[in-house]
Nanobody, 117 residues
């Protein structure tokens, strides 16, 4: 089993910054891609950003240029730096982990991000 523990959500005003982190533990041998997805009320879950163990990144169109994903492989932790936050960034943010050689993926419990004045 794999456990993903997220931290760092909260309430911020538009234009402010916030950072999230997600620590993986358990059977994480062959863990490759880690990422963040978000889900706003009434909407489908969407990709925010992802990063492979080799450092290749992928971003959702709405966050390009504002968000940055990074990873510490030694700590099995992925980080999401969110700058210039907008009200439309509000939602539940979920950490995701995928593994080499399998379609199995794991999700964290989610952390709430609210951008409001």
């Amino acid at each position: 089993q794999v456990q993903l523990v997220e931290s760092g959500g909260g309430l911020v005003q538009p234009g402010e910054s916030l950072s999230l982190s997600c620590a993986a533990s358990g059977s994480i041998f062959r863990m490759d891609r880690m990422g963040w997805y978000r889900q706003a009320p009434g909407k489908q879950r969407e990709l925010v950003a992802a990063i492979t163990s080799g450092g290749t990144t992928d971003y959702g169109d709405s966050v390009k240029g504002r968000f940055s994903i990074s990873r510490d492989n030694a700590k099995n932790t992925v980080y999401l730096q969110m700058n210039s936050l907008k009200p439309e960034d509000t939602g539940d943010y979920y950490c995701n982990a995928r593994f080499v050689g399998t379609t199995t993926e794991y999700w964290g419990q989610g952390t709430q991000v609210t951008v409001s004045s």
